[in-house]
């Protein structure tokens, strides 16, 4: 049976991933030219290592729009 801690890890794991995809997706867009999407690749990730969810009626702040 799952314990809080192994939940706590699981889901540090799955904010980690997630931190590293948008960090992933904000580097290759900027290297394709498609500076003002990767704009918004980096601000998600940002969003995430100051702590955010991804809540989608938050869509528009968290993009800085």
């Keep these: 049976m799952p314990t809080f801690e192994s939940a ?9 991933n997630l931190i590293e995809f948008f960090s992933a997706c904000k580097e290759r867009l900027f290297y ?25 009626k938050k869509a528009a702040n968290i993009l800085g729009l």
Excluded: M
Aim: charged content about 40%; overall charge negative; aromatic content about 12%.
């Design 32 to 56: 394709y030219g498609l500076e003002d999407e990767s704009f918004y690749f980096e601000q998600v990730r940002d969003h995430l290592v100051e702590g955010g969810s991804l809540d989608p």
């Design 8 to 16: 706590d890890r699981a889901e540090g794991r799955q904010q980690k």
